[in-house]
């Protein structure tokens, strides 16, 4: 791991060869750069402690996701769309994930009673015991990776971020239909 030193040092060099590039306002470059960075050291911290229960972060999030779902009370499962959809990565990466998850025998597969082509997903009763024995050592993990920060900073925090996710959410719809309107 790099030293504070170093990291500082590093980030010096990365503003001056903007600066030198013509870039007058680096907010949302570094903001980016920031975030990004955040979220893998979180994903980092989170792996470490999901590791002994042979998960990883993203495999969790489908869990919880489908134990979120039939507590809802859909009992038939959800699609891999679905799951790709509210999970915001690719119906690929949704597929690899799931298949480790299906060889762990944390999740079943079954074929969809109105379409035969597709199938849903539902948690075993190996992943929903997973889940539950899970969930609050994770969550005390993310507490105390959040710990530098205030409970109202971290209020303060997630308030931000709703915010930029929304905004972020309108540009993104809005240039999805701007170019669909092009084509």
Known sequence: MKTREAVTQHEKEFRQVFEAWGVDDLRGIE?????????????????????????SLPRLRLLISLHVAEQCGDK??????????FQHISKNTVSALLKSLEDQGLIERALCDEDKRKFSIRLSRAGRTLVRSTLPNHSASMSTAFSALTAQEQETLIRLLHKLRQTLQEKASADLVSVHNRS
């Open 76 to 85: 038939q499962g959800v699609s891999p769309s679905h799951l790709s959809h």
């Open 31 to 55: 903001l980016v750069r920031l975030l990004s960075a955040t979220t893998r050291l979180l994903e980092l911290i989170a792996d470490h402690h999901l590791q002994a229960k042979g998960l």
